[in-house]
């Protein structure tokens, strides 16, 4: 019986997979891209959910408005403070 050569398989890495959850990030993204298909400012919307945590100010369309209860609202401002001071 051959030796299977473990060399000639491809290993796939998914980002995104079941049971995990997305990051701040791919949330924002995914949140901004519903909010614009929607014809909304994705910007004017997402900053004032971000400030008073009212999710009626996010679309449902494309579960936008459940992907974005999922952030956590300190973390989320605090990495946006920290890049606009520090330009990173």
Do not use: W
């Not at 679309?59 to 330009?87: F, K, N, P």
């Amino acid at each position: 019986m051959p030796i299977s050569n473990n060399r000639d398989r491809t290993k796939v890495i998914a980002l995104d997979t079941p049971g995990s959850e997305p990051s701040s990030r791919e949330i924002l993204q995914r949140v901004y891209l519903a909010l614009q298909e929607k014809g909304y400012n994705p910007v004017a919307q997402i900053a004032s959910y971000l400030l008073c945590g009212d999710p009626l100010y996010i679309t449902s369309h494309g579960d936008a408005r459940t992907l974005v209860r999922q952030l956590d609202l300190q973390e989320v401002m605090e990495e946006i403070l920290r890049y606009y001071i520090e330009g990173r």
